[in-house]
């Protein structure tokens, strides 16, 4: 016992030097905050905010990211669309990232209201709505919320295809946590490595991103705020709503992606049963009506990362 917590110590202290101010991953643009009242509490939201390098066509590109990263990993996403003429706004939701992480109820619609707020704060009506991941269950809620804001939806790998509480055995907020303060760099590198069907040392940055809370004093309130976010996930399922969605949308589908959330509660047998996207991507795509599926195959859950040449291909075909 006095052995794994030395381990965890000297985990901490690596992990501290790595993360200090001056070796944290340093965001591509700079960061930005606003700040939201939320339940009486005063609160920052961080957000990029990327002006075309050259003319300007006049469009905005909103990027929302998924559960286990923040803003940092769309960094060449956002700079080729930058080449292109496109402004875009890159928000850390609250929560996450750079951004405050109050213990408040969190839901979709709270947090499409943060990112309406933020747009509103920057004067932008008309989007172009990216969302990957958890981000696609939040850009597919901002969409039903405020329709007349999207000109087009665009969700990449998105998790909530289907209902978890229907499969993944209900944890209490309390026990989410409790394996939350159980991370270390080792386990959130592991967890990432499943997004991948070959990992490469590239993809190394973004364990790095996601590992700056373990060197956080306030660790213990962060793992208590994903606990919140993956009950969020886990209680507010999109997947029942998609005839609500009338922009075009396109669904970027990596086709080895087998991701699901709460899937180490499942049995072996189970686990091939569900996160099965090449199907669900098909089933969603009729559901939405003005929808099209772009399927990449051999590519994970993060297209934008792994095959980001095909993925920017689909993307800019669809928005342009």
Not at 19 to 39: F, G, N, R, W
Not at 121 to 139: D, E, P, R, T, Y
Not at 168 to 187: G, N, R
């Amino acid at each position: 016992m006095q052995g794994k917590l030395l381990s965890r110590i000297i985990l901490f202290i690596i992990l501290y030097a790595f993360t200090s101010a001056d070796a944290q991953v340093v965001y591509p643009y700079p960061v930005q905050k606003i700040t939201l009242s939320i339940e009486d509490s005063t609160v920052q939201m961080a957000y990029m905010d990327a002006a075309p390098l050259d003319q300007s066509n006049g469009k905005t590109v909103v990027l929302l990211h998924g559960k286990n990263f923040n803003g940092y990993y769309w960094k060449d996403v956002i700079s080729r669309l930058a080449k292109d003429g496109y402004r875009i706004i890159v928000p850390d939701q609250v929560g996450w990232g750079r951004s405050g992480k109050p213990l408040i109820h969190y839901s979709f619609h709270l947090l499409a209201r943060n990112t309406a707020a933020l747009l509103d704060s920057l004067h932008i009506n008309k989007i172009i709505l990216v969302g990957h991941s958890m981000g696609g269950m939040l850009a597919a809620r901002f969409t039903m919320l405020y329709p007349d804001r999207v000109e087009k939806l665009v969700l990449e790998n998105p998790i909530g295809l289907e209902d978890y509480k229907r499969f993944i055995p209900y944890q209490t907020t309390q026990s989410v946590k409790d394996t939350e303060l159980k991370a270390t760099y080792e386990s959130y590198k592991k967890y990432q490595q499943s997004y991948y069907p070959e990992w490469m040392p590239v993809y190394e940055q973004y364990v790095e991103a996601q590992a700056e809370a373990l060197a956080d004093p306030a660790f213990p309130l962060i793992a208590k705020v994903n606990a919140l976010t993956y009950q969020m996930i886990y209680e507010q399922p999109v997947c029942y709503e998609w005839d609500r969605i009338k922009v075009p949308t396109l669904l970027i589908i990596g086709q080895a992606d087998r991701t699901v959330v709460g899937k180490d509660k499942l049995s072996e047998e189970q686990k091939k049963l569900y996160g099965q996207y090449p199907a669900l991507g098909k089933k969603t795509k009729k559901q939405i009506k003005k929808a099209k599926l772009a399927e990449l195959g051999g590519v994970g859950h993060i297209p934008h990362i792994q095959a980001t040449d095909l993925f920017y291909k689909h993307l800019l075909e669809f928005i342009q």
